[in-house]
């Protein structure tokens, strides 16, 4: 009879109704987003490397090629005027003398007739003699004919480093060492 007085309805004690709990639906869908967006920033970013590993940099190599194929011209023009002006300052003009068939008329004394060798075009071969090329170029230079280009000696002093120096560097890294060690001890302790 005690049963019979309490007037429970079934539906008073349902605990695990599916009404209470959140929805899985907007957790998952968040997540989607989430994933979709950084799937998507690493697309982009490999779509960007790819052009600029197929587009941008086949480009300078290009550029560069170009620009040392136009240097090693240069320079070989440049040793092939200083070998031409070498070997011009080495000729020298020899008088050969010829000889005049004798002819019917007598004369008093025979007169030789002097022939002066003129320069003709002086072949230069592909390949250059070093050595040669050197010499030229010291004559040239020291004549003061040649002027010296200007090459770079040693790297710029700019930068971090060079202000503060390597010491410095090492000790600044050891000091955020402990700053880390000390921020995990501080959250592990409270």
């Known amino acids: 009879m005690a049963f019979e007085d309490m007037d429970l309805d079934d539906n008073e004690f349902d605990m695990g109704s599916d009404d209470s709990s959140p929805p899985e639906e907007s957790a998952n869908r968040t997540f989607y987003i989430v994933a979709g967006v950084i799937g998507g920033v690493m697309l982009l970013s490999l779509i960007c490397l790819a052009l600029y590993a197929l587009v941008y940099q086949p480009r300078q190599r290009d550029q560069r090629a170009t620009q040392v194929a136009a240097i090693n011209a240069q320079n070989t023009q440049l040793a092939q005027a200083a070998v031409e002006t070498g070997l011009a300052a ?3 003009a020899t008088p050969t003398v010829t000889p005049i068939p004798p002819t019917a ?5 025979p007169s030789p007739t002097l022939v002066v060798a003129q320069p003709t075009d002086i072949l230069v071969s592909p390949t250059i003699d070093r050595t040669a090329t050197v010499s030229a170029l010291l ?4 004549a003061g004919r040649l002027t010296a280009t200007p090459t770079a000696s040693a790297l710029p002093d700019t930068g971090f480093v060079e202000d503060v120096g390597i010491p410095a560097m090492v000790g600044l890294a050891l000091v955020l ?3 880390i060690f000390l921020a995990r001890r501080l959250r592990t302790a409270t």
Do not use: C
């Open 90 to 92: 080495k000729f020298t």
């Open 105 to 109: 008329t007598a004369s008093a004394s």
């Open 139 to 142: 004559t040239e230079a020291a």
């Open 177 to 179: 060492v402990v700053v």
